[in-house]
């Protein structure tokens, strides 16, 4: 394994500032960095390191909406019923 020029994700975004759809977007693109397996081990554990923390934030964000689903609706979730 070589060295990646690429820098660890250390000046990216804050995590607790993503979107949903930002942070699951940074965790896909991180997982594929990962799997390439062209980083060093500096870089391939602080590349890990972040993607758990986005791993955290997308479970926050989807509990965050499931709880307001289910306020929204009366506690309790109802089956999906597609339209015809």
Do not use: W
Request: hydrophobic share 40%.
């Amino acid at each position: 394994m070589s060295a990646s020029p690429q820098p660890a994700p250390s000046d990216e975004h804050p995590v607790e500032e993503l979107t949903f759809e930002q942070a699951f977007a940074e965790f896909e693109a991180i997982v594929a960095r990962l799997e390439s397996g062209e980083h060093n081990l500096e870089v391939s554990l602080a590349l890990y390191e972040r993607g758990q923390a986005l791993a955290r934030r997308c479970a926050q964000l989807l509990d965050q909406a499931e709880l307001k689903v289910k306020q929204l609706s009366g506690e309790d979730l109802l089956p999906y019923t597609p339209a015809e």
